[in-house]
């Protein structure tokens, strides 16, 4: 609609909508320190073993997170040193999926759309990545051919959420060209192929 808000005041506006719908209340510094907890997300134990395995390959974050909220991000999660680049969506004012923000990676990094693998476990980057002409990695850290347990109402835990909201691909025009179970299976992909993107 062209009402550009950044990724931390959307963060805000859902933390505000949630609280709303559950009809719970919070002062203004706890609803700045629930939001905050998004700067400290631990990563999955694969993610240093990956980032590390791609040297020399040059390694990016593009987020549609903002770019103080991203640098804070990965200084608490201690993968900065392994990242050359983190790039966020402000930049252009647009979000993911829009095409000019993955066109940021081309600028910034002075490379063909044709010479990045692009990594994600969310649907919609990956039909987006995909459509403007990225090689993606889709990472599914669930196997959906075997059928799950029957689930009983309110016992969903987090990691049985994640498998469901994560786990299948979504049904998008544009699939991943390739399917990993870890990040760590990434760098056996490509790091034989001569690729420095």
Known sequence: MNRYEDFWSMTLRSLDYTLGSLQLAASEQLRLDIA????DLAPYDDAVVCLDNLVPHRRAILSNGTRS???????????????????SVDAVRAFKPAPQAYEIVEQALAVERSDVVFVSSNGIDIYGAKSF???????????TSVPGPRVAPNSIDERLFYGLIRGNAEML???????????????SLFCDHGNNG
């Open 133 to 143: 002409g990225f090689t993606v990695v889709r990472v599914a850290r669930t196997d």
């Open 69 to 87: 909220m991203l640098s804070a991000l990965a200084a608490n999660s201690r993968l900065e040193r392994y990242l050359d680049h983190i790039l």
């Open 173 to 187: 025009y544009h699939t991943a060209d390739f399917t990993v179970a870890s990040l760590a299976d990434i760098s």
């Open 36 to 39: 905050a907890t998004y700067l």
